[in-house]
């Protein structure tokens, strides 16, 4: 986009769950079918403008390709076709930038996605001399991570990154890359990977995010700055507070602030669905996640959350792709498509992405649900669909 940032733009560079997929042929297929069948209707459609009263054909090649056949003229075609490319849905793992209409930076989350993202970033930059990047972690998982390591912008002595997250989270990058102690790594881990912070020569701050009131419990020596998480984390005129949710490890999801517009950024979260009967401290724990998450949300512009399973697949009554057996997923920290349209109606998002797909879940049963949300948001205030790597929306 060439328009000037008027308060935050957002770019999701990936919205896939647990692990990086990448379309097999299958998919690819299914994909052109679709695509192909869209062709043929709209060409039928062109084809009438050139028939007679009797539906025959009345016009020369030439005459519908409006010239001679050539790469131009076929070209030109297919464009007054006007067919658009299926939904797709990528396959890179979690990571979103913010541009903020101050000019600021600001990525969530390093998972596989954060490799384009460190790549786009480096290319707006250009020649600038001295470059800052806000980065703010979910949590500690390895997809919500893994593009952390060759990502462009942790190579340029240009670069200052400065790194927010739970303690798990900057201890999972510092034990691998070392990048906030600066020390020796341990042999098991630098054989797993070649990259630390001896070949990174960016510069890197580390701000914990923690609540005082529990900081009695964590002790040890870090080796970055501790803030309160309750006070919003403030970059030029943008807000940034975290807050925690229901995962199987500590997850914060995010509520940005700038210029009145709210984005609501929840990546792992479960609402937890038992029928078992007493107190069940996991049960408490999620619905209190879920009664916070729903106070945060409230009026939201544009609200991401975790969804990465259909009711009757979290409940194990039925598999998500076609080589895996129905598998119950409680506890598994990850929601159903149906709480996020529960919620964001609820809460009356004005406009819903459910992300975290799971990767055993093909590309036609992305395009299914999508289409089942679209009817679901036909003629209601806000829209809800699936997230999309690529997805460019302007607050």
Known sequence: MSEPVRNLRIRFYGTQGSCSTFP???????LLEVHDTELVEAYTE????????EGRLDATLEEVLDGAPSPATFDSLRRRLAVPMPQI??????????????????????????WDCAQGLQEKWGERGERHLYLFGSHSHVDHTEGFGLAPVCFDSRNHLKIYGTREFLSVLDLYYGIFSRDVRDPI???????????????FEGVELRD??????????????VSEVTEPVRIGAT?????????STTCFAYRIEHGGKKFIFCTDHELRRANSRGFDPRQARSEEAERRLREHAEGADLLYRDGQYLRDEYDGNKAIGKSEPATPRRDWGHS??????EMAEACGARRTLVGHHDPSRTWRDLLRIDRELAGVSKGRPGTIELARGGTVIDL
Not at 212 to 225: C, E, K, N, Q
Request: glycine fraction near 12%.
């Open 212 to 225: 005082f009131a529990l900081s009695d419990t964590i002790g040890g020596i870090v080796s970055w700055r």
């Open 24 to 30: 097999g042929p299958e998919e690819i297929e299914h």
């Open 189 to 203: 881990i630098a054989s797993h990977t070649p990259v630390s912070f001896h070949q990174m020569p960016a510069k």
């Open 239 to 247: 807000s940034i507070l975290a807050f925690e949710v229901c995962h």
């Open 89 to 114: 849905y990528g396959g890179r793992t979690t990571c979103v930038h913010i541009e903020t209409g101050d000019g600021y930076d600001i990525v969530l989350d390093a998972g596989s996605g954060f």
């Open 46 to 53: 062109e084809l009438k403008k050139h028939c007679n009263g």
């Open 336 to 341: 159903c498509v149906e709480d996020v349209v």
